[in-house]
């Protein structure tokens, strides 16, 4: 059973940056496309991207788009989104998820991590 766990959240100031993990054991993360949702309260869980296993063409929501990059090393089994220039509205549970191919809808997604915090605040 694959399992994803997330490493890499915490505290920072606007502007900032974080580079969050996503790293699989009991399966490979090549075999999957990868996501990251964020979950802030009271909100929806909000897709902000996806790879595919190839690596090709990842794809972003306009908001981060610019300023979070996904990137991926099948080798480490592990997946990475670099998040700069961070605002105060980013703050939110960050997830990784595991799919057959990219969707924007959480449902497609049968394996998640259990989270990871950022918090953007001066």
């Known amino acids: 059973q694959l399992q994803l766990v997330e490493s890499g959240g915490g505290l920072v100031q606007p502007g900032g940056s974080l580079r969050l993990s996503c790293s699989a054991s009991g399966g490979t993360l090549d075999n999957f496309a990868i996501a990251w949702f964020r979950q802030a309260p009271g909100k929806e869980r909000e897709g902000l991207s996806c790879?595919?296993?190839?690596?090709?063409?990842?794809n972003y929501i306009d908001s981060v788009k610019g300023r979070f990059t996904i990137s991926r090393d099948n080798a480490k089994n592990t997946v990475y989104l670099q998040m700069n220039s961070l605002k105060p509205e980013d703050s939110a549970v960050y997830y990784c998820?595991?799919?057959?191919?990219?969707?924007?809808?959480?449902?497609?997604?049968?394996?998640w991590g259990q989270g990871t915090q950022v918090t953007v605040s001066s």
């Open positions: 790879i595919v296993n190839s690596g090709d063409n990842p």
């Open positions: 998820a595991a799919a057959s191919f990219c969707s924007t809808w959480y449902g497609t997604y049968n394996h």
